[in-house]
């Protein structure tokens, strides 16, 4: 009688994702040459849309004084 694996086979790594910064540098001319142009961002801001929303917590029972 044949036994069955008890475990999986292991699974073969993913070759590295490697870029030479030659490789970079012509995708970038690239990129340029058909038209396109590079945003420049300001630090501190976000490409991502912000999914949360504002929500004002009001603590207590206070009422406004008119």
Known sequence: ???KPTRAPA??????????SQSIE??????LKSGNK???IQTGIS??????V????KLGNK???S
Do not use: L
């Not at 699974?11 to 030479?20: F, G, H, I, N, Y």
């Not at 504002?54 to 917590?57: A, F, L, M, V, Y």
């Open 47 to 52: 490409g991502q849309p912000t999914m949360a």
């Open 63 to 65: 009422t406004v004084a």
């Open 26 to 31: 012509d995708q970038t001319k690239e990129f």
């Open 11 to 20: 699974k073969r790594k993913q070759p590295a994702a490697v870029e030479t």
């Open 38 to 40: 590079i945003d420049v």
């Open 54 to 57: 504002n929500r004002h917590i």
């Open 1 to 3: 009688m044949v036994r």
